[in-house]
Structures are given as C-alpha cells and as structure tokens.
C-alpha cells in the first residue's frame, strides 16, 4: 500500500478539508456510531468547527463539543474560546466551568423537575401543577434557575433542555391521570429562545406523542416581554393553541407591556407577576392596582392567576378581587414527583378563610 510523503502530508495540513467535507465525515462517523474520530476534527457542516486533540478524546466528549458548537449556530456570535487558526477550542478546565458542567448535565441525568399545586381560592381544590427545573449536582445541592437559565440561553442549550422538560412533564402528567389525578393538568415555562428557533410546535407535539398525554392537559407559559414585544410570536401561540393546548402569559406587569397585544394572542391564561402581592394586605392602592389587572383579565375572557401567595390574608384578598386562582408557599413549595404525587392524593380541599397551619415545605 502506497504511502503519503511528508511533502503531501504537510500539504494536507497546510490545505485542510472544507467543512462541508468534514461534515461528510462526522455524518459517516455518526452511522459507525462506536468509532473515534480518525483525526480529531469535528465539524458542524457550514459555519462552525471544533478542533479537538486526538488522543485521550472518546465519544462523550466529542458530543459534547458538538452540541456546544450546534447550540452557538443560530446565534451566529462567536464562540467564547477560539484559537488564532478562527476555530474554536475546549479550554483544559472545562469541566470545571458553569458553560463545561452544563453542557453534560443532561447526558448525565442531573436535571430535576419540582412541581408547586396552583389553587382555586374559592373551593381550596388541586387544579394545576407548574413544572419547575432544577439542576442537581453530583453532591446533592441544586443550583439556582436563575444561575444557570441565562448560560442556557446564552450558548442555545435551553432548546435541548426545554425538549427534556416538555418530555418529563407530560411524562409525568400521564402518570398522574393513571394514579387517581385525572383531569390534573401541568404548565411548562418555555424560553424565548425557544420561540426564537422556530420548532416548538414540533417539540410540543413530540412531547404529546411520546407520553400519550392529551394536549388540553397541557399548558406552556410564555414570559410577558417575549409574548407581548415580538410580532412574530403571535403566529406559533396560534398554532400551538389550535392543537388544543393552552397558552399562558407569565410573570405579567413585570415589564412594559403591549396591552393592545393580549386581545391580539390566542391565550387563555394571565399570571400576575408576585410584584403585586407585596404588601397587598395592607396596602389599598397596590390592591386596587391588581384589582384592576383581575378585571382585564376576566373581561377579556382570560383566566387570572396570582404568583408567590404566602399569607391567608393575601389569599382572602386575592378572592375578595375576584381572582380565584393561586400558587404560592401558602400551600406548598415546589415538590419532587413522587412528593408532588403523594402530597396532590392526600389532599383536602380548604377554602382561602380556612388556610391550614402546616402545608408542604412551611413550618407550622
């Protein structure tokens, strides 16, 4: 068998492959499935190409490398880390970096979802769950939403962490219609940058599919700024909306909204931002200004729900106004599944001038 001279191999490494070239040979490498990369390049055809050391890297980490630099593409900004060559590179202590722990968190199972009960007032009854994500660490402590969420947005991986969350919830919420919680529907937050990619009516529909679970038993929930700001959301909340799932507006009143815009979207939900409940025992002009945010909602056909409710005085207030429905530390902090499931079947309905003195995750 002929061999290369060093003549041609430095040629070779002067001229390397196009990408779409090398994008033919990640395709092949991905049918073999268990073989390493022969030469250490690893490709996302077209724009982005991640140049890794060939020794000591198997399969794990060359996936990784390349749901990083597959998350960096719709953003077309560039990778934090580049080499002087223009391609980017993994730094020698990724691991230990919030970006590095992140991008393998799912593959190895750290993601947690925590549901928290959302309350009618009136009757004391179970009528919804919020599914929450939680990022568990290999020591058992959880990291904050808040200090991981952005990274996620940041680099694109919320859109592979949003498919999990869809997944596990309706997951999740099939099994409770199977354990004697019929009719109990879940909400799911869903990222802008989720909307922004343009599929999340395909990943909604994957989720209904893969759990059997019925779409009116589902809720996703868009931030205010992202519903209400951005023209081209209106046509996707109507398409998801036509499969029978519902549409909620969360965290309302905490940004400048377009209150034209909430006639225009097919929502059927309204949560208002925990904002309006400071204080709302004692102060009348923030309950009149929440009294008149229940009343937009109610004739505009939608359904009210009110954030972070922590007090049986804020509760009778909130049912004073007409807004029926609640979540909160009131009732219970968001709960693990099996938590969630056993606290939800024991249950007694308690009317809002009843609250009891001890619930789920409060000291009595």
């Known amino acids: 068998?002929?061999?290369?001279?060093?003549?041609?191999r430095s040629d070779a490494a002067a001229n390397p492959p196009a990408p779409a070239t090398r994008a033919a040979r990640v395709r092949r490498f991905l049918q073999k499935?268990?073989?390493?990369v022969a030469r250490g390049v690893l490709v996302m055809a077209g724009a982005w190409v991640l140049s890794l050391p060939t020794t000591e890297r198997l399969v794990e980490t060359w996936l990784m490398a390349m749901m990083v630099?597959?998350?960096c593409m719709p953003f077309r900004t560039a990778f934090p880390l580049r080499s002087a060559s223009g391609t980017a590179s993994l730094p020698d202590d990724h691991e230990d970096t919030l970006r590095g722990r992140l991008s393998r968190a799912g593959a190895r199972g750290e993601f947690r979802l925590h549901y928290q009960p959302?309350?009618?007032?009136?009757t004391g009854r179970i009528v919804s769950a919020e599914a929450l994500l939680r990022w568990q660490q290999p020591d058992g402590s959880l990291v904050a939403p808040d200090d991981f969420i952005p990274e996620a947005e940041e680099t694109g991986l919320i859109r592979s962490i949003g498919a999990w969350v869809l997944e596990a919830a309706c997951r999740d919420c099939r099994r409770w219609q199977q354990i004697g919680l019929a009719?109990?529907?879940?909400?799911?937050?869903?990222?802008a940058v989720q909307f922004r990619w343009g599929d999340l009516e395909s990943v909604v529909e994957g989720a209904l599919l893969g759990s059997g679970l019925d779409p009116a038993l589902l809720e996703i929930e868009l931030t205010e700024s992202r519903a209400l700001e951005d023209s081209d959301t209106g046509g996707q909340i109507a398409r998801i909306a036509a499969t029978g799932v519902r549409v909620a507006i969360d965290d309302f009143g905490k940004g400048y909204s377009n209150l034209a815009r909430l006639g225009e979207l097919d929502?059927?939900?309204?949560k208002i931002d925990r904002f309006f409940l400071h204080n709302i025992e004692e102060d009348d002009k923030g309950l009149a200004l929440l009294e008149a945010i229940v009343g937009l909602t109610r004739r505009l056909g939608l359904e009210a729900v009110a954030e972070g409710v922590e007090t049986p005085a804020a509760a009778a207030r909130l049912a004073m106004i007409g807004c029926s429905r609640a979540q909160g530390y009131l009732w219970s902090k968001p709960l693990p599944p099996r938590e969630f499931e056993h606290f939800a079947l024991?249950?007694?309905?308690?009317?809002?001038?009843?609250m009891p003195k001890k619930r789920a995750g409060r000291p009595a």
């Open 1 to 8: 068998m002929p061999t290369r001279s060093r003549h041609a």
């Open 346 to 354: 024991a249950w007694e309905p308690l009317g809002a001038m009843d």
């Open 33 to 36: 499935a268990a073989e390493q």
């Open 69 to 71: 630099a597959a998350a």
């Open 267 to 270: 929502i059927q939900t309204l």
């Open 183 to 191: 009719g109990l529907p879940v909400s799911v937050n869903v990222s």
């Open 118 to 122: 959302r309350i009618d007032i009136d």
